[in-house]
């Protein structure tokens, strides 16, 4: 019998369940924390054919289904902030906090600069495969690497950079998912109380270019700014996350 309500984690496009391990024993006394890898990425279920969003978001509901859940509270960050709404619009969400999601963009819009980027950084890292992980083990090498997505990636062991560059090599689903078409729909009526949680130093979906984006699809969401930290916030400050994931559940469900 459970004792503590579940709490769902999703990570972002090309990464693992691992891009959760230094905010998940922060959250472990308050919650039934499930941090799955998603469909289609390293360590994942298999997808069968392109992998999109919806089916992404069908695999992770299929997890809450095995474990016999229904509604959880969840946290997302990119893809994962994404698929967090999603599955708020299905129904199976208690509350959500989306960090920096995704879709933001037009349906059946073409990559902009945003996605541009992190294809580039999907072709240069299968390119160097062989020689990145060698240089993981200098801070330096690690903050160069991880500077789109992290203010301080020399924060990442050499192990968590390794395995975070390995995520990305091996995430079999990362052209599809990158180039979709499809898009966040508007959510006039929430289902369940939202969060949406911008880092200020985001610099693969800045700001001041998708939070307006984010209120006009959300526009009864609850936004937050996040100090301090870069597109996947959880390298810069685990701390902070679980901090924000704790409040956006208490400050609007009691």
Same mark, same amino acid.
């Given at each position: ?51 999109? $969003? ?19 509270? $969840?946290?997302?960050? #990119? ?20 960090? #920096? ?12 600069? /945003? ?33 789109? $997505? ?13 395995? /975070? ?17 499809? /898009? ?63 409040? #956006? ?6």
């Amino acid at each position: 019998m459970r004792t503590k309500p579940a709490l769902m984690l999703l990570h972002g496009v090309t990464m693992s369940g691992a891009a959760w391990d230094d905010v998940v024993p922060l959250l472990a006394e308050r919650f039934d924390v499930i941090a799955p890898t998603a469909a289609g990425h390293r360590g994942g279920p298999t997808l069968e054919g392109a992998a999109t $969003i919806a089916a992404v978001t069908d695999a992770a509901e299929r997890e809450l289904d095995s474990r016999g859940l229904d509604a959880v509270h $969840i946290a997302g960050n #990119s893809m994962g902030g994404w698929m967090a709404i999603e599955l708020a619009r299905r129904g199976r969400a208690r509350s959500v906090c989306a960090f #920096s999601p995704a879709g933001l963009w037009k349906k059946d819009e073409k990559p902009g600069a /945003s996605r541009a980027t992190l294809i580039r950084t999907k072709r240069l890292a299968d390119a160097t495969r062989h020689l990145a992980p060698a240089l993981m083990k200098f801070g330096l090498a690690r903050r160069i690497t991880m500077r789109d $997505i992290a203010v301080h990636g020399d924060r990442m062991t050499p192990e968590q950079a390794v395995r /975070s560059f390995q995520d990305l090599v091996g995430c079999d689903a990362a052209y599809d998912l990158l180039n979709t078409r499809e /898009s966040v729909d508007p959510l006039l009526e929430l289902p369940c109380p939202i969060t949406v949680t911008w880092a200020a130093h985001d610099r693969i979906f800045p700001p001041a270019e998708f939070v307006p984006i984010a209120r006009q699809r959300l526009p009864r969401a609850r936004f937050v700014t996040a100090p301090g930290v870069g597109h996947v916030p959880m390298i810069d400050d685990p701390v902070l996350c679980a901090r924000l994931i704790v409040e #956006s559940i208490e400050d609007q469900t009691g």
